[in-house]
């Protein structure tokens, strides 16, 4: 009996990165599908082996993406436009990417393909004050990133033939890093700059580090027939906590940091909100990062990386 096959779009990017490894690790054959807009070399460890398939492409590009899709036994869509700065930039790129990929691979997909989609749980927007959102809570996405990806997880769910997961703010290092999520920026900051300045500083959100989103995955593949039609929440229950507490978090490891309070200027992102994770948890699944190992990774990396002055990141 042949390995299965995995389809990942956008598998060169900071989570495909991660899940690439994990599932060539767990037996699984892997077919990336990425433009590389980034230039991103971060699947070269891979080339040697022979369950590791690279496919160039663009998921707009609808022929091409519906031939990678044929023959595979799970569609891991990865492929997006993040960020509210990066969507409200190419509203049109963003709609094609993180909508209309997901209407082709709905419909060129049979029942036996199994498809597990990452959503976000921003699209609970702002959530009221000590109510724990779960996956009934009505979705209110503040940004073109949000509502995209929630429209997509609607058509999905509407189908009955995918599992997706809200996940939470994402934290680590990855081979193909970004820089523009909360806990990697505050904690790269902290290294580089020694000080921090908080707009809005009571909103709260969750999160969850790079290596258990990825097993996420594995887990759905290995649990898809109790999970598929349904959505999940996926972070660390331990981790709904305000951006001044994050600061705090990341002060314990770095004592000298400085943080300020900016009480005028006001973030755009306007997202605050906590999260019930207990659905996934009830079917035997767990976190094994804590935010406070994922720090101090970050902390470890970033004095590596800042060594070579002229090291770069560059944001999905």
């Known amino acids: 009996m042949s390995k299965p096959l995995v389809l990942i779009t956008g ?21 990336v599908y990425d433009n590389l807009m980034y230039k991103q070399l971060s699947l070269l460890e891979h080339c040697y082996n022979k369950d590791f398939e690279f496919i160039l492409g663009d998921v707009r590009d609808v022929r091409k993406l519906e031939n990678v899709i044929e023959d595979v036994d799970v569609v891991i869509p990865l492929a997006a436009i993040v960020g509210a700065p990066a969507c409200d930039k190419d509203p049109k790129l963003t709609y094609d990417v993180n909508y209309m990929q997901i209407v082709i691979i709905k419909g060129h997909t049979v029942r036996d393909q199994k498809i597990i989609f990452p959503c976000t749980n921003s699209g609970y ?10 996956e009934t809570t009505p979705l209110k996405p503040v940004s073109l990133y949000g509502r995209t990806k929630v429209d997509a997880e609607k058509l999905l769910l509407d189908s009955g033939r995918a599992v997706t997961l809200r996940l939470a703010t994402v934290f680590g290092i990855s081979p193909r890093m970004r820089l523009d999520l ?16 908080l707009f809005e500083e009571h909103f709260k959100r969750n999160y ?45 490891y ?19 909100y906590i999260v019930s994770n207990a659905k996934i948890e009830g079917l035997g699944w767990s976190p094994y990062f804590s935010l406070d190992e994922g720090i101090q990774e970050l902390i470890k990396a970033y004095n590596i990386i800042l060594i070579n002055s002229n090291s770069k990141f560059t944001n999905l």
């Open 182 to 197: 909360l806990v990697n920026d505050f904690t790269y900051k902290a290294v580089s700059d020694g000080y921090l300045v």
């Open 254 to 272: 770095i004592p000298k940091l400085s943080i300020q309070s900016d009480d005028i200027s006001q973030d755009p992102d306007k997202r605050n």
């Open 208 to 252: 969850i580090h790079i290596r258990d989103v990825a097993k996420t995955f594995l887990f759905a593949i290995d649990n898809y027939d109790s999970m598929v039609g349904q959505t999940f929440n996926v972070g660390l229950s331990s981790a709904n906590i305000s951006k001044r507490d994050l600061a705090e978090k990341i002060k314990g």
């Open 125 to 134: 927007g702002v959530g009221q004050a000590g109510i724990y959102c779960d």
């Open 11 to 31: 598998g060169a990017g900071y989570l495909g990165s991660i899940l690439t490894h994990y599932l060539l690790e767990n037996g699984y054959r892997v077919r």
